[in-house]
T-cell receptor, first 115, second 115 residues
Framework: AQSVTQLDSQVPVFEEAPVELRCNYS??????LFWYVQYPNQGLQLLLK??????LVKGINGFEAEFNKSQTSFHLRKPSVHISDTAEYFC?????????????FGGGTRVLVKP | GAGVSQSPSNKVTEKGKDVELRCDPI?????LYWYRQSLGQGLEFLIY????????KSGLPSDRFSAERTGGSVSTLTIQRTQQEDSAVYLCASMQGGGWTGELFFGEGSRLTVL
């Protein structure tokens, strides 16, 4: 089984400042990793994903994440946030050979961007 | 439709009543997932359908919960004899066939309140 821990439940940040959202996972097998974003009153949407290849993954809206296998982490970063980045961010993991390939999500991190 | 559609968007019911939540996935998507999002919690996997295969029901919390998917399209999640702890947002997501990508397309959810 897999589990995901998002260490920060809330992250306040000023506009144009950098932000890092932490995600650590636990799994006995190799995994795929994801970040999803949920804007207010909207459904979740995929921000970026790591399936294989380069450990630095770039996503939409200027976000990027780095897969660190030794530290079992997949932290999300953005060098300069905008007000529109206010949302809840979910890290998720799926085992490479899991039947059904369901995603296991973390508890989410609420990002509040202040002017 | 263009996206995943869920109904009702809000449902208030009395303890002990049965409820049905509907999900209409994106046309052509062969995989369908149900998740539950409780206040302050992450997303909890409930059930997964893939084509004509037997569903993965491993996340259903009790035998009061059931789901079906008719004709490989619309899905209904049924909760019998609702309890207050069933109050949550129930999210449906679909994924296209032709190879697993990990990109789930979520609906906006059905918010269930059990009084």
């Amino acid at each position: 089984a897999q589990s995901v821990t998002q260490l920060d439940s809330q992250v306040p940040v000023f506009e144009e400042a950098p932000v890092e959202l932490r995600c650590n996972y636990s799994s006995s097998v190799s995994v795929y990793l994801f970040w999803y974003v949920q804007y207010p009153n909207q459904g979740l949407q995929l921000l970026l994903k790591y399936l294989s290849g380069s450990t630095l993954v770039k996503g939409i809206n200027g976000f990027e994440a780095e897969f660190n296998k030794s530290q079992t982490s997949f932290h999300l970063r953005k060098p300069s946030v905008h007000i529109s980045d206010t949302a809840e961010y979910f890290c998720a993991v799926s085992a490479l050979k899991a039947a059904g390939n369901k995603l296991t999500f973390g508890g989410g991190t609420r990002v509040l961007v202040k002017p | 439709g263009a996206g995943v559609s869920q109904s009702p968007s809000n449902k208030v019911t009395e303890k002990g009543k049965d409820v049905e939540l509907r999900c209409d996935p994106i046309s052509g998507h062969t995989a369908l997932y149900w998740y539950r999002q409780s206040l302050g919690q992450g997303l909890e996997f409930l059930i997964y359908f893939q084509g004509n295969s037997a569903p993965d029901k491993s996340g259903l919390p009790s035998d009061r919960f059931s789901a079906e998917r008719t004709g490989g399209s619309v899905s209904t999640l049924t909760i019998q004899r609702t309890q207050q702890e069933d109050s949550a947002v129930y999210l449906c997501a679909s994924m296209q066939g032709g190879g697993w990508t990990g990109e789930l397309f979520f609906g906006e959810g059905s918010r269930l309140t059990v009084l």
